[in-house]
T-cell receptor, first 113, second 110 residues
Framework: NAGVTQTPKFRVLKTGQSMTLLCAQD?????MYWYRQDPGMGLRLIHY???????AKGEVPDGYNVSRLKKQNFLLGLESAAPSQTSVYFC????????????FGEGSRLTVL | GQSLEQPSEVTAVEGAIVQINCTYQ??????LSWYQQHDGGAPTFLSY????GLEETGRFSSFLSRSDSYGYLLLQELQMKDSASYFC???????????FGTGTKLQVIP
């Protein structure tokens, strides 16, 4: 059982480049989340989705876009990367009746030069 | 919006008991969760409280007081492997948005 899988795990970008992070879950979860984690800042919610075709903004959505075309996948896009987006990105999923239990992927470390 | 406060660092002795507090401000509160994260790893779920009171899972217990917007995580019989960061998180809103605190780094010393 793979759980939540993130690709890529590491990426280096130049300022202004674009990229997409892919999150896939095989647990048939309704809810999916993208967080970024920076030293001393905890986990900050970027965007989340409560079902296929629906997305919502979190605490720090600027500079990111997301799509949930299939229930099992949640994509996070950076249209024009900036050094401030250097971070570790975590995807998570949960059941709609999941009692606050999020299942996390292993993280994707992104460096923007 | 939401805000959560927890201590940034705690040090405790192996075999002892430690309590990590969390206070929160939010609208549409559903429940309070706790997560553990070791350096370089992903957060893992520990517990969830939707109602007032104490929930016990092995060496870990979690408490919630909705009227005080306060909760805590209690770790008993501390082991060296418990050295990690611990995050409280609030589930709120109609779509169950989950917002995390900034985390408490626990160091267990011999």
């Amino acid at each position: 059982n793979a759980g939540v899988t993130q690709t890529p795990k590491f990426r280096v970008l130049k300022t202004g480049q674009s990229m997409t992070l892919l999150c896939a879950q095989d647990m048939n979860h309704e809810y999916m989340y993208w967080y970024r984690q920076d030293p001393g800042m905890g986990l900050r919610l970027i965007h989340y989705s409560v079902g296929e075709g629906t997305t919502a903004k979190g605490e720090v959505p600027d500079g990111y876009n997301v799509s949930r075309l299939k229930k099992q996948n949640f994509l996070l896009g950076l249209e024009s990367a900036a050094p401030s987006q250097t971070s570790v990105y975590f995807c998570a999923s949960s059941r709609s009746t999941g009692a606050g239990e999020l299942f996390f992927g292993e993280g994707s470390r992104l460096t923007v030069l | 919006g939401q805000s959560l406060e927890q201590p940034s660092e705690v040090t405790a002795v192996e075999g002892a008991i430690v309590q990590i507090n969390c206070t929160y401000q939010t609208s549409g509160f559903y429940g309070l969760s706790w997560y553990q994260q070791h350096d370089g790893g992903a957060p893992t779920f520990l517990s969830y409280n939707a109602l007032d009171g104490l929930e016990e899972t092995g060496r870990f217990s979690s408490f919630l007081s909705r009227s005080d917007s306060y909760g805590y995580l209690l770790l008993q019989e501390l082991q060296m492997k418990d050295s990690a960061s611990y995050f409280c998180a609030v589930t709120s809103g109609g779509y169950q948005k989950v917002t995390f605190g900034t985390g408490t780094k626990l160091q267990v010393i011999p």
